[in-house]
């Protein structure tokens, strides 16, 4: 039932701050990650040396940024991987390697087989980020973590995607208190994530102003998004999804590499999706904007009002509440979302079901 909603794609994102809260549901408590959500055997989180994470299209976008975290909370080696790849090539597996999918379905016959070779490599344990209760990769992992999104009928992924980070997130921090993480920033991150469904439902008041944007979207062939850090697997989620739904072709790079080819693709036809971090990496976003500007690109900018952008000429800005950095990427998502869902309304595509694509691939 899409309820108020002209399709099930929009009905799931606005679902986000419900579901995202069904996930953090009684896995953090005021100030903690609980580890009893992984079930009884939780060790892993004490003996765990290396991170492989292996998974398909949006999914493996979240492992993605779970790299970010874990390395940058936890300080423990993460290795991110696409399904495809993992499951037909002789892999390294260090020592005390935890292995760790992400599929919203479960039954992808890619993340499967990983699986199952995964199981044959002496890994110290599986674990399953999921959304499926029932399906086969959460029967066939020795642990699993529930996204609890409730049923996604878009063809295209959102509210499990974001379910995944809140579940990545969670198991990161889980990993770094045992790695010695400080109380204090334990409490501080469990603190931030408990506002997120709140931090959500603010970056959606911008869906009205994103639908005005979408318009200028309607007759481009091309889009180049460009991230940095953890921002930059979020370009990659929203390239997908620009093509996804809309059939625009979109391609994501960290915005450091422009200069190292895609800069040559910048001229007055190409819009240019920048999803900009309140960090360190500000500044040097500001002059990789510029470099585009200066080629005629059009910039298309999302970004919290203290980066100053919405004050710069030639940038078409778009409001993402301020949230603590750590929760960026899930944030971010939010508006890239809405605007790949119009520009596939204008457009005139089938939203829930675009063109050659199935809910989950099954086959090879
Ligand atoms: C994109 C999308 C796909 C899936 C991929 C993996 O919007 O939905 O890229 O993410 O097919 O599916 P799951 O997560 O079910 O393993």
């Known amino acids: 039932d899409k309820g108020e909603f002209r399709h099930y794609m929009m009905k799931e994102i606005y679902e986000q701050p419900k579901v995202i ?154 990993i770094a208190v045992e790695k010695g993480l400080s109380a204090e920033k334990e409490s501080a991150l469990v603190q931030a994530m408990r506002s997120l469904p709140a931090y959500v439902n603010a970056a959606l008041l911008q869906d009205e102003h994103i639908q005005k944007v979408s318009d200028r979207f309607a007759n481009k062939q091309h889009a180049l998004f460009l991230g940095r850090g953890a921002m930059y697997p979020i370009a990659l989620e929203g390239a997908l999804k620009l093509k996804e739904i809309s059939y625009i072709h979109a391609e994501a790079y960290p915005a450091g590499e422009l200069k190292h080819g895609p800069l040559a693709l910048v001229d007055e036809n190409m819009p240019i999706i920048t999803m900009v971090p309140h960090n360190d990496m500000l500044d040097k976003l500001k002059s990789n904007m510029q470099e585009v500007a200066a080629r005629g690109g059009e910039l298309y900018v999302f970004a919290d009002r203290s980066t100053n952008l919405h004050n710069e000429d030639n940038i078409i800005f778009t409001e993402v509440p301020k949230v603590e950095e750590i929760l960026e990427p899930i944030v971010h998502t939010i508006p890239l979302q809405l605007l790949s869902y119009h520009v596939a309304v204008v457009k005139g595509t089938d939203v829930d079901q675009p063109r050659n694509l199935a809910k989950s691939v099954t086959v090879e």
């Open 21 to 174: 809260n069904a996930c953090l549901e009684g896995r953090i408590s005021e100030n903690k990650v609980l580890t009893s959500c992984f079930g009884a055997d939780s060790d892993f989180l004490k003996e765990v040396e290396n991170v492989h994470i292996v998974a398909c299209g949006t999914s493996y976008h979240a492992g993605l940024v779970a790299k970010y975290w874990i390395e940058d909370l936890a300080g423990v080696p993460c290795a991110v991987e696409v399904a495809s790849e993992y499951r037909y090539r002789n892999v390294a597996v260090p020592k005390n390697t935890l292995f760790l999918t992400l599929s919203q379905s479960g039954e992808t016959a890619d993340t499967l087989a990983a699986l199952r070779k995964a199981k044959e490599q002496g890994y110290l344990t599986t674990l399953a980020i999921c959304n499926v209760p029932s399906s086969t990769l959460v029967r066939e992992s020795a642990l699993t973590l529930l996204t609890n999104a409730g049923a996604e009928i878009g063809v295209a992924s959102t509210k499990a995607f974001t379910t995944q980070l809140t579940a990545l997130l969670i198991t990161s921090v889980a």
